[in-house]
C-alpha cells in the first residue's frame, strides 16, 4: 500500500510545488524556521498525494485508456484500494492543515484554503474541473502557483508590481504546461468523452496556445527587479520545446508525449538557474 501511495503522488513532480513555497518563504523572511520546514514537508508529499491520489481514483476508467498511465506520468490502482488511497489523503492533509491555520494569518488561510479547493475540484466528481476548457488549464497552474502565493502571504509580502509580474509569469508558464500536456491525451480523452483545452482546440492550436503563453509569461519578467530579468531567457527552452508540434496532426497527438518528457526534465534545468538567480537576488537586495 505504501508503494502504491508513493508511485500515486508522483514523486516527479514534488519539487513543483514544495520549491515555490519554499523559496517565497524563504526569501520573504530569511529564516528557516519551524513554519518553513512544516510547509515545505506539506506541500511536498501530503499535498500531492492529495492533487494526484483524487486525480487517479477518479479518472480510473478514464487511464486505462491512456497508454501513458500505470507509471511516473500517473498510477493504476485497483479500484478496490480507492478508498484507502481518499483515506490516506485525508489524513495525510489534516495535521499539516490545522498546523498551518493555526500559526498563519486569515489571508493566508483563505490562500491556503483556495489552493485546497482547486485540488478537489479539478478532479472530484460533479466539479471536475479538468473537463472544462480553460479552466483546467487555469485550475492545473493554481496548483503550482498558489503554494507560492501563500508562501507569500503567510510571510506577510508586500505585493508590489515586480512581485505581481513573478506570479503572473509563474501563472502562464503552469497554464501553458497543462496545455501542452493535454496535446499528448487528445486521442484517449476523446475515446473516454472527456472534454479538455486540447480536445476543443484541437492539436495545432493548443500548442500555439501553450507558445503564446510561455512566450507571454518570459515577457512579464522583464519587467522585475534585477537579475529577475534574466529568467525570461529561460522561457525559450519551453517554447522551442512546444513549437516542433505546432503542425501535428490530430491523429498523431499522441507523439507531443516525446516533448512532454523533455518538459519533465527541463523543469529540474530551469529550476536550477531560478535558484541562481534567487540566489544572487537575495544577495544584492
Not at 10 to 22: C, D, E, G, L, M
Not at 158 to 164: A, D, Y
Not at 203 to 232: E, H, K, M, Q, S
Not at 248 to 276: C, K, P
Request: glycine letters at 8%; charged letters at 10%; hydrophobic letters at 55%.
Amino acid at each position: 500500500m505504501l508503494r502504491e501511495l508513493f508511485a500515486t503522488s508522483r514523486p516527479v513532480s514534488w519539487v513543483n510545488t514544495a520549491y515555490p513555497f519554499a523559496a517565497a518563504y524563504l526569501l520573504s523572511t530569511g529564516a528557516i524556521d519551524w513554519i518553513f520546514v512544516v510547509g515545505t514537508l506539506f506541500f511536498l508529499i501530503p499535498y500531492n498525494l492529495a492533487m494526484y491520489g483524487i486525480n487517479d481514483v477518479f479518472d480510473y476508467e478514464s487511464d486505462l485508456l491512456n497508454p501513458r498511465k500505470g507509471g511516473a506520468e500517473g498510477a493504476l490502482v485497483d479500484p478496490s484500494k480507492h478508498r484507502r488511497i481518499l483515506f490516506a489523503c485525508v489524513l495525510g492533509l489534516l495535521p499539516f492543515l490545522i498546523v498551518l491555520a493555526v500559526v498563519g494569518s486569515w489571508q493566508a488561510n483563505l490562500v491556503l484554503l483556495f489552493s485546497m479547493a482547486a485540488v478537489v475540484a479539478y478532479s472530484a466528481p460533479h466539479l471536475r474541473f479538468k473537463e472544462r476548457p480553460f479552466l483546467d488549464s487555469m485550475t492545473s497552474s493554481i496548483h503550482f502557483v498558489s503554494p507560492m502565493v501563500y508562501g507569500l502571504v503567510l510571510a506577510g509580502a508586500h505585493f508590489n508590481t515586480e512581485l505581481v509580474a513573478v506570479t503572473a509569469a509563474f501563472f502562464l508558464w503552469g497554464v501553458a504546461s497543462q496545455a501542452f500536456g493535454a496535446v499528448q491525451d487528445i486521442v484517449p480523452d476523446r475515446a473516454a468523452s472527456l472534454s479538455s483545452i486540447g480536445t476543443v482546440l484541437g492539436a495545432r492550436l493548443t500548442v500555439g496556445f501553450a507558445a503564446g503563453a510561455y512566450a507571454v509569461g518570459g515577457i512579464l519578467l522583464l519587467f522585475t527587479d534585477w537579475p529577475g530579468p534574466l529568467a525570461a531567457v529561460l522561457a525559450l527552452p519551453y517554447i522551442l520545446n512546444v513549437l516542433p508540434y505546432l503542425f501535428l496532426r490530430e491523429q498523431d497527438s499522441g507523439r507531443a508525449h516525446a516533448g512532454w518528457v523533455r518538459f519533465l526534465w527541463l523543469n529540474y534545468m530551469t529550476g536550477f538557474f531560478i535558484t541562481m538567480i534567487l540566489i544572487w537576488y537575495a544577495f544584492i537586495r
